[in-house]
């Protein structure tokens, strides 16, 4: 059940994919990066807006056959992850993140 309901979690989810082409200029690993600035910049500005968002990856993120459905290449494609957008109906719970000091350096 859980799989089956999995993406009507919310009221919009987009599906960011990368998919480098060959450029004499730009570096495939720049145009991978961009697709993550697309994730980021989808929650900033449902945020914004007061929506909740959310950028998952999980299992499926990997899966050649949902990229394939997604209309991605398995062999050149990637999807960079899933915008979860809706209303909010609580507060969100923060994750335990990682001490700041001691992820951080300076030089």
């Not at 990856?57 to 991605?72: K, Q």
Request: glycine letters at 6%; one cysteine or more; hydrophobic letters at 40%.
């Amino acid at each position: 059940l859980i799989e089956k309901n999995r993406l009507q979690r919310a009221d919009a989810v987009i599906a960011v994919i990368s998919s480098p082409t060959q450029h004499k200029s730009i570096p495939e690993w720049e145009m991978q990066l961009s697709a993550g600035a697309v994730c980021t910049t989808l929650l900033y500005a449902a945020q914004s807006l007061d929506y909740a968002a959310q950028w998952l990856t999980e299992w499926y993120a990997y899966n050649d056959y949902l990229l394939l459905e997604l209309g991605g290449d398995p062999g050149k494609d990637r999807i960079a992850g899933f915008i979860y957008i809706g209303e909010k109906a609580s507060a969100p719970m923060e994750r335990t993140r990682p001490n700041f000091d001691s992820v951080v350096s300076y030089l």
